[in-house]
């Protein structure tokens, strides 16, 4: 493209020359500027997300998976990554964790997941379920930020270490920030286990329902 552009200027530079100008301030060839400015509705932003090739991942997936729910809710939930099944349905949390996280949603929080919204750090499913690398969480980043400027929720959930990490910049291990609340700009973040997690060790259910309390306690201030 750059070589291109080297080329139309040449030319038109020629061109002038040929007229008998020396000198011209006039700018013979301008490359139209992209507006990389994201869509202001979720519905814009989910059609851009569906037709994004940013990231190998969009190499290898099914179906985008942008996320689904309440458009003005209180309640975000972020989780890591779509898996197999929502890779085919292209919505986030169906199956087994899926089913997992409606009981915790309506069971402890005592609203229905219509109520929440639901979204991932990356859209599109890593292969083999892998946890998503820097590059793909970063390059897919955006989406998120967006989906949260457009929501504004006033609780994020964040479902295990990853997607806790990538929202905050903090590393620290999940089972020693789960639980607490942290202020960023203008919503709270309450991390805690991801529902894959509990799948696998369901001696952690408890301490997912002292997490749930919590987000209770703040939605009924």
């Not at 199956?95 to 997992?100: F, H, N, T």
């Amino acid at each position: 493209m750059k070589n291109l552009r080297n080329a139309l200027l040449l030319k038109q530079l020629y061109q002038l020359k040929q007229l008998g100008y020396k000198y011209t301030s006039v700018t013979p060839y301008k490359e139209d500027e992209q507006d990389l400015r994201l869509p202001n509705t979720l519905e814009s932003l989910k059609k851009q997300a569906i037709e994004c090739h940013l990231c190998e991942l969009s190499k290898s997936r099914h179906k985008v998976v942008f996320g689904e729910g309440n458009p003005h809710a209180d309640i975000l939930i972020i989780g890591e990554g779509p898996g197999t099944t929502e890779d085919s349905s292209g919505k986030p949390f169906v199956g087994r964790s899926g089913e997992l996280l409606t009981k915790m949603i309506e069971n402890v929080l005592h609203i229905l997941r219509s109520d929440v919204y639901i979204t991932n750090i990356v859209k599109c499913r890593p292969p083999n379920n892998a946890t998503p690398t820097p590059i793909q969480a970063h390059t897919c980043q955006p989406y998120l930020m967006k989906q949260i400027e457009l929501i504004q929720p006033k609780l994020i959930i964040t479902l295990g270490g990853t997607a806790y990490h990538y929202l905050t910049g903090d590393d620290t291990e999940i089972s020693k920030v789960r639980g607490t609340m942290h202020k960023q700009n203008d919503y709270t973040v309450i991390p805690t286990y991801h529902p894959s997690y509990l799948l696998r060790n369901p001696s952690a259910k408890k301490e997912v329902f002292e997490d749930l309390l919590k987000v209770k306690e703040l939605m009924d201030k």
